[in-house]
């Protein structure tokens, strides 16, 4: 599978892959899409309540929203625990642009030390960041963690659709607290539905640019 770097209109970089006719982010920004979807969307609600927070992602991609996470932190402790059935080669890591754009140079040794670290197991990137590569399908992740915060990121659902149908949304809802939030880019009809059927509480709110809306659901106890 032929896999491309490109630049997004916000000067970051997204990876396309041309037989799927898809991108790893937004084309009208990858880090301003991130940062909107799953920081401001969704860190930054759950950090008024938690100072230890459990993260699971679908989705690792370009670590771009790993990164995101750990800059935005502060000082609190995350466990983030992501699933990537297909990882980037690292030559194409070592040309993504993130920490310059961000102007976070501090950060481009731990970001390369994300995408370096050893699958399915637990690694300290920083002293308030832990992380845990699940290089398997979303179906089969097996933890015992329980997720304050969900990251969806899958592709889209005309794309994957097998990564947004009710099982598999009861299957994070049973992995998340109590007051937890699952946030996605996605606000189609069919993915409110099936997170519906499951026991989510659905709020729409906007979208980054290119998108109207966007879903923040919540699992309410």
Known sequence: MERILRT????????AIPSMQVTYHSTHGAIQESKHVF????LDIIATKHNSINILEMGFGTGLNALLTMAEAGDRSIHYETVEAYPLDMETIFRINYCTLLKRHELSQLFLEMHTAEWNKQI????NFQIIKHQLPLSELQTET??????????????????????IFRMIFEKMENNGILVT????????????????TIEKIPGPPGKWEMVRAHKTS
């Not at 997004?8 to 990876?15: K, N, V």
């Not at 300290?124 to 002293?127: D, P, T």
């Not at 880019?185 to 989510?200: D, H, I, L, T």
């Open 39 to 42: 920081i401001e969307s969704g």
């Open 124 to 127: 300290r990137i920083h002293e």
């Open 8 to 15: 997004t209109a916000d000067g970051s970089h997204t990876i």
């Open 146 to 167: 329980r997720f304050h915060l969900v990251y969806f990121d899958a592709f889209a659902p005309k794309v994957q659709p097998e990564l947004w149908t009710a099982d």
């Open 185 to 200: 880019y996605s606000s189609k009809g069919s993915v409110r539905r099936a997170m519906k059927s499951v026991g989510f």
